[in-house]
């Protein structure tokens, strides 16, 4: 009786070992959560893990296709229950808590020095917690204003470049000429205005969390934080150059009225481009100029799309050496192109197709040196923050509904209590 037990046992921790076919001479299977929607980056992305699949026979990816708008509530809930996948598709933003929480992987040591050292440190700021590396940034998008050409052009306004931008108040007269009779000069989509707000607002010297001495973060908001705020609360309540109705709106939201001449311009990522090649009507002549510069210049916070790796995956070194294999100058060049963003790595950045003035890929291209974490990136709490303070707060400021001093208030003094409980 004590034999067959042990034979069976014996049974079952063979099949145990062979369930991912590892250990009886098969391939190592990974799974490959990516959050690619449109459908150029998604063909990408299988396209990629084919020809992994093709010259790997020892290790194959399984392609899984996750969703940006459920994604953080759908990681959290594989981590818990142990069945999170082996390489991850997030962003930046959204890596803190995650990474503070024990389920990635250190990445310190299994990334080839190629990988590492292509993208800059500023990028690598951006998945950097403590002493540790939870993701590769790998796609980012400055925000740009999209305008349409031939009104700029028949208005007779300075249009600007990289080289020399229109500042925040130059920005705010232009946005006043170009109005009247029902058509504004530029229309904000705020329906979500905390990240917007902040990051546009390190043009102008805007911070607003600071880590003291003790590694604990609280809310300032100084003349630098205000620049941003001030000029889009005054052109939509002062000066009607910007659409009220547009403020709890998206993105798409605003491009029928743009492309119908309601606003000359909307400031958007500069993905959304995709989305006016394909509905911009037959003739319809738009180009993207760079957002407005401040104090610092053209600077602005990026929140990078990153791979990561769980720390409960059994083949760690597998699955950075498919993140390695992704992430190869070319390679990175075709998931840009697919998502129509900028790469974060030098050498695909300075690939040809990502220069052409075609859909102002040069003008994006030209961006990407200004780009910086975002304020927000290794704060603990944020999520919370922008939730229940920032947001609502933004909001009914821009609406009219509160002054500068109340935004101030709530930001700070709400903020720090919410900030408070992340940090003891």
Same mark, same amino acid.
């Given at each position: 009786?004590?034999?067959?037990?042990?034979?069976?046992?014996?049974?079952?921790?063979?099949?145990?070992?062979?369930?991912?076919?590892?250990?009886?001479?098969?391939?190592?299977?990974?799974?490959?959560?990516?959050?690619?929607?449109?459908?150029?980056?998604?063909?990408?992305?299988?396209?990629?893990?084919?020809?992994?699949?093709?010259?790997?026979?020892?290790?194959?990816?399984?392609?899984?296709?996750?969703?940006?708008?459920?994604?953080?509530?759908?990681?959290?809930?594989?981590?818990?229950? *142990?069945?999170?996948?082996?390489?991850?598709?997030?962003?930046?933003?959204?890596?803190?808590?995650?990474?503070?929480?024990?389920?990635?992987?250190?990445?310190?040591?299994?990334?080839?020095?190629?990988?590492?050292?292509?993208?800059?440190?500023?990028?690598?700021?951006?998945?950097?917690? *403590?002493?540790?590396?939870?993701?590769?940034?790998?796609?980012?998008?400055?925000?740009?204003?999209?305008?349409?050409?031939?009104?700029?052009?028949?208005? *007779?306004?300075?249009?600007?470049?990289?080289?020399?931008?229109?500042?925040?108040?130059?920005?705010?007269?232009?946005?006043?000429?170009?109005?009247?009779?029902?058509?504004?000069?530029?229309?904000?989509?705020?329906?979500?205005?905390?990240?917007?707000?902040?990051?546009?607002?390190?043009?102008?010297?805007?911070?607003?969390?600071?880590?003291?001495?003790?590694?604990?973060?609280?809310?300032?908001?100084?003349?630098?934080?205000?620049?941003?705020?001030?000029?889009?609360?005054?052109?939509?309540?002062?000066?009607?150059?910007?659409?009220?109705?547009?403020?709890?709106?998206?993105?798409?939201?605003?491009?029928?009225?743009?492309?119908?001449?309601?606003?000359?311009?909307?400031?958007?990522?500069?993905?959304?481009?995709?989305?006016?090649?394909?509905?911009?009507?037959?003739?319809?002549?738009?180009?993207?100029?760079?957002?407005?510069?401040?104090?610092?210049?053209?600077?602005?916070?990026?929140?990078?799309?990153?791979?990561?790796?769980?720390?409960?995956?059994?083949?760690?070194?597998?699955?950075?050496?498919?993140?390695?294999?992704?992430?190869?100058?070319?390679?990175?060049?075709?998931?840009?192109?697919?998502?129509?963003?900028?790469?974060?790595?030098?050498?695909?950045?300075?690939?040809?197709?990502?220069?052409?003035?075609?859909?102002?890929?040069?003008?994006?291209?030209?961006?990407?040196?200004?780009?910086?974490?975002?304020?927000?990136?290794?704060?603990? *709490?944020?999520?919370?923050?922008?939730?229940?303070?920032?947001?609502?707060?933004?909001?009914?400021?821009?609406?009219?509904?509160?002054?500068?001093?109340?935004?101030?208030?709530?930001?700070?003094?709400?903020?720090?209590?919410?900030?408070?409980?992340?940090?003891?």
């Amino acid at each position: 009786m004590r034999t067959g037990a042990l034979i069976v046992a014996a049974l079952l921790l063979l099949a145990g070992c062979t369930a991912d076919g590892t250990d009886d001479g098969g391939p190592v299977t990974l799974r490959f959560q990516s959050l690619a929607w449109q459908e150029e980056s998604v063909q990408a992305n299988k396209d990629l893990v084919e020809e992994w699949n093709a010259t790997h026979s020892d290790v194959k990816v399984d392609y899984v296709q996750g969703s940006w708008s459920s994604v953080h509530d759908q990681l959290l809930t594989s981590f818990e229950g *142990g069945e999170a996948p082996d390489i991850i598709h997030d962003a930046s933003d959204d890596l803190a808590d995650f990474a503070h929480g024990g389920y990635l992987a250190d990445l310190t040591g299994l990334l080839p020095a190629r990988l590492t050292s292509d993208i800059p440190q500023r990028s690598w700021r951006t998945t950097t917690f *403590g002493d540790g590396v939870y993701g590769v940034p790998f796609l980012q998008e400055p925000r740009v204003l999209v305008a349409n050409a031939t009104w700029l052009k028949r208005s *007779g306004v300075r249009i600007p470049t990289p080289e020399h931008p229109w500042s925040w108040p130059e920005f705010r007269n232009i946005t006043r000429q170009l109005s009247g009779d029902g058509e504004y000069g530029v229309a904000w989509p705020l329906k979500e205005p905390v990240s917007a707000t902040l990051n546009l607002s390190l043009s102008a010297g805007g911070r607003l969390f600071h880590r003291g001495a003790d590694g604990k973060v609280t809310v300032r908001f100084e003349a630098g934080d205000e620049v941003v705020p001030r000029t889009i609360h005054d052109q939509v309540d002062t000066d009607h150059s910007a659409s009220p109705t547009t403020l709890g709106s998206g993105g798409s939201d605003t491009l029928p009225g743009f492309f119908g001449g309601r606003y000359a311009m909307v400031p958007l990522g500069f993905s959304y481009r995709q989305q006016i090649v394909q509905q911009a009507p037959k003739g319809f002549d738009w180009q993207v100029l760079p957002a407005p510069a401040g104090a610092d210049g053209l600077a602005q916070g990026v929140s990078p799309q990153t791979l990561s790796v769980a720390e409960d995956s059994p083949h760690k070194e597998e699955a950075a050496a498919f993140i390695d294999f992704l992430l190869r100058p070319g390679n990175m060049v075709r998931l840009a192109l697919g998502d129509w963003m900028l790469p974060t790595g030098t050498q695909a950045l300075a690939d040809p197709a990502l220069h052409t003035a075609k859909d102002g890929w040069a003008t994006g291209t030209a961006l990407a040196e200004h780009l910086r974490p975002a304020p927000a990136q290794a704060v603990r *709490g944020y999520a919370e923050w922008k939730d229940k303070v920032a947001t609502p707060a933004f909001q009914e400021y821009y609406s009219g509904a509160i002054g500068l001093s109340e935004l101030r208030e709530r930001l700070e003094k709400d903020g720090n209590l919410v900030l408070a409980r992340y940090q003891r």
